[in-house]
T-cell receptor
Framework: QKEVEQNSGPLSVPEGAIASLNCTYS??????FFWYRQYSGKSPELIMF????GDKEDGRFTAQLNKASQYVSLLIRDSQPSDSATYLC???????????FGAGTRLTVKP | DVKVTQSSRYLVKRTGEKVFLECVQD?????MFWYRQDPGLGLRLIYF???????EKGDIPEGYSVSREKKERFSLILESASTNQTSMYLC??????????FGPGTRLTVL
């Protein structure tokens, strides 16, 4: 079992729809959770992080964390073609810089 | 703005050569990381450093070494390059939130 698992996709949604990206992790002691976006040929860039159970909203993005079920998700509202990218989930296991990344989900937003 | 720079965007080397990849960050971050990214495998940690002259092995340190003589600079060394080290290499530094800031990446091809 991989430590951080994501559906590789591709996930395709129409413009204006909600895109839902999911991630599960294996280490119950994980402390902090991150979503990165990576455009083709570019390096990952942070979208948001979440530490506590529940929802965290930032503009069109909402991160959701459920530690009991060991999953974290990212919702993108009003999806735009410019959101087309690979989204990486990352989990910090023990707050000691032991960050584990999922393989990423490729999202395509069709005009 | 955090800036992480890497010495080369593209590099072609021959099997057996010694290869140096350099990374510099300008935000006085304590922690720096080297990853490689391969299709379907995501980001895998090679080494990280939490202070000058300090280093820790990541998941795949074999065939690599690192050097951190100054806080802002973290070098990855391939002692004797092999074809299975052909990959995208990403350097990152992290702040107090554990957010990682990535450099643009070096695409290394070993012939």
């Amino acid at each position: 079992q991989k430590e951080v698992e994501q559906n590789s996709g591709p996930l395709s949604v129409p413009e204006g729809a909600i895109a839902s990206l999911n991630c599960t992790y294996s280490d119950r002691g994980s402390q902090s959770f991150f979503w990165y976006r990576q455009y083709s040929g570019k390096s990952p860039e942070l979208i948001m992080f979440i530490y506590s159970n529940g929802d965290k909203e930032d503009g069109r993005f909402t991160a959701q964390l459920n530690k009991a079920s060991q999953y974290v998700s990212l919702l993108i509202r009003d999806s735009q073609p410019s959101d087309s990218a690979t989204y990486l989930c990352a989990v910090n296991k023990d707050n000691n810089n032991d960050m584990r990344f999922g393989a990423g989900t490729r999202l395509t937003v069709k005009p | 703005d955090v800036k992480v720079t890497q010495s080369s965007r593209y590099l072609v080397k021959r099997t057996g050569e010694k290869v140096f990849l350099e990374c510099v960050q300008d935000m006085d971050h304590e922690n720096m990381f080297w990853y490689r990214q391969d299709p379907g495998l995501g980001l895998r940690l090679i080494y990280f450093s939490y202070d000058v002259k300090m280093k820790e092995k990541g998941d795949i340190p074999e065939g690599y070494s690192v050097s951190r003589e100054k806080k802002e600079r973290f070098s990855l060394i391939l002692e004797s390059a092999s074809t299975n080290q052909t990959s995208m290499y990403l350097c990152a530094s992290s702040d107090y939130t554990d957010t990682q800031y990535f450099g643009p990446g070096t695409r290394l091809t070993v012939l």
